[in-house]
């Protein structure tokens, strides 16, 4: 890729996020998104396969950031030790920086029942991914999944949080104060 | 409704799951499920509104039975105390002598993406009610969003273990195996 494609593709996925937000996302169109900073449909089309990827790229270096978090946790930690180290980096990797845009990523997609569903299957797929990797670290079931799907409900949870009117604190502190409430409302049966 | 009315909406919903199972569920018609049993298509819209209803149908008493487990439990109990008591109360909703049922549904559930996608929106649905529940009784959040999605997610792999080839034990019994590994593995951070 040439120096200037990076760039590029900011402009597109800002300009399609404020497009998507202020006329909806099923009326707006590739070419339109590309026009309004100055740049062809077929240059849209180098950087995203269709106006859906513009709201879910990024999706693997996400789930990666969990999986990294995870390894980097000796073998022999408790299974929820493991998912809170891969909460606390998925965390991280959501800089202050970036909280506007999730803010008004979060806009579009509340605002289209088909793009929530791909939101959900997301989710889902880090889940099932964290128990993967739960399993081969010789974790046993149910407790596997159980430790990835908390894990998954507590991103969730502080992710909301996070882009809250308001908000000041980072996902990462955000994090760990929900983890800190799990262990406090699931502990004490 | 007249007394022949349930025993007609048994059996076409046992001939809907045969048939879906044998043959798929989108190749399979509502008149084609009404004639296997010797009824009219006009008597299949009679019980239920669609195809799909056959599949879906008593969801809000599976719902509901999760509510009243948890209305039974002292308002003064920490809220997964409150989560456990629901998640025993729906597992009681299904009898061994459903079992068979839920294992055929689930086949033809989990054979079709759109199918599958109605029944997680059913599930999350039920832990946006127990959580809502649980705010009514003064539980602030994370904490009702965390109880009640791990009460969901505890359920749902304890129902998959009970539909599980050989499995013996009742929902019930295994309900209580998997909330009390919840405790163990998120309660130990």
Redesign the interface.
Known sequence: MGRWEPAAAERLQHAALELFARQGYERTTAAEIAQSVGLSERTFFRHFADKREVLFRGQDEFEAAFLEGLAAVPADA????AV?AAVRAGAAWFVDERRDHSRLRQVVIDANPPLL?RE?HKM?GLATSLASALRERGVTE??A???A??GA??FG?AFG?WIGEGEQRSLREIADS????????????
Request: charge should be negative; avoid cysteine; charged fraction near 15%.
């Open positions: 408790p299974a929820m030790a809170a569903e959900r889902a149910p407790a999944t159980l430790a799907e908390s409900t507590v949870i949080l929900v983890l800190a409430e799990l262990a406090a409302v699931t502990g004490t049966p």
